[in-house]
């Protein structure tokens, strides 16, 4: 059931995500197509730029090239997967399953970089009575998910580079390098083609719940994402902080006039306030992602009277 107090939080979700699926299919679509233009040599812009980002030999693969490469299509998929999973519990679940799931919903989206939607699930509240998801499922099924879908896309947009690239000289420990990169990439898939399948299943909570070899082997599944994610959460902070330290030194840069210290002063108060709300907002999400009540159920007070009405008839 869908009420209207849920409303606000189900809109910010859904229009955060479409934003963020447009917005990515640009970048990622613009990447490529640069890229492909500067391996036929009819590259538009500035070729100093795309000396320095593009590849276009095999040494590239093994430099800060491919780092970008790689940045791209994971980004590109987990966002892309990330906000579908936000769209379809924003549209189709009931408000007792959003509940559930505030929190895991919220990693979605602060690991793809939002902030409405990670606000707005924020303030949905918890209650009582049983809900019937685990948290950490929605976790492993979307990030899993989409970290499967890069690995198995990195390898090969690689492999096609590799073979139309325009210069095909290895240098130095590019080869090795290169070849651990692609054996990385493949552990990668594999471990995620054994992780994520499980999850999927429509008694996954259940069996998270047994004192089973199985149960326990999702948990410990469950668990590992919820770490990776949570060092992901705390990286953000430490980038948080370091952007703040570098927006206060700007304001004790010699040569500067008036008007430049007055600027940066402003530009630090404003970084100063979106840093402390989002590291308040980081640290109310892990706090709520590690928080265990109940076994692996998590409890939802408002539906507390109705779930007491429907087990005594």
Not at 86 to 96: C, E, K, Q, V
Not at 270 to 280: E, K
């Amino acid at each position: 059931m869908m009420t209207r107090n849920f409303g606000f939080t189900r809109f910010w979700i859904v229009l955060s995500s479409i934003v963020g699926i447009a917005g990515m299919a640009i970048a990622g679509g613009a990447y490529f197509y640069y890229l492909g233009r500067y391996n036929n040599g009819t590259f538009p812009g500035d070729i100093n730029v795309a000396n320095t980002l593009l590849m276009n030999s095999y040494a590239d693969l093994t430099s800060f090239k491919v780092v970008l490469l790689l940045v791209v299509i994971f980004s590109f998929f987990t966002t892309i997967i990330c906000n579908i999973g936000l769209i379809r519990y924003a549209i189709s679940s009931t408000d007792a399953e959003l509940c559930a799931n505030k929190w895991s919903l919220a990693v979605l989206a602060l690991s793809i970089g939002g902030f409405f939607a990670p606000f707005a699930l924020t303030w949905l509240p918890d209650t009582d009575v049983k809900a019937t998801k685990n948290a950490r499922v929605v976790i492993v099924r979307y990030l899993g998910t989409a970290w499967l879908v890069s690995a198995l896309a990195s390898i090969v947009a690689i492999m096609i580079f590799y073979n139309k690239a325009t210069d095909k000289t290895w240098f130095g420990d590019s080869k090795q390098n290169f070849a651990i990169m692609m054996v990385v990439l493949a552990v990668v898939s594999v471990l995620s083609l054994i992780f994520v399948p499980g999850f999927y299943s429509n008694k996954v909570v259940a069996n998270m719940m047994a004192e089973t070899s199985y149960g326990k082997w999702l948990r410990l599944v469950s668990t590992v994402y919820t770490i990776l994610v949570t060092i992901m959460l705390v990286i953000q902070i430490i980038t948080a902080l370091l952007k703040l330290i570098e927006a206060f030194g700007r304001i004790f840069q010699k040569g500067q006039n008036g008007l430049a210290i007055f600027a940066n002063i402003l530009n630090f108060t404003a970084t100063l306030i979106g840093t402390i709300f989002m590291i308040y907002l980081i640290t109310k999400v892990i706090k709520g992602l590690w928080r265990r009540e109940d076994g692996y159920m998590i409890n939802i007070p408002q539906y507390k009277a109705s779930d007491h009405m429907q087990r005594r008839y």
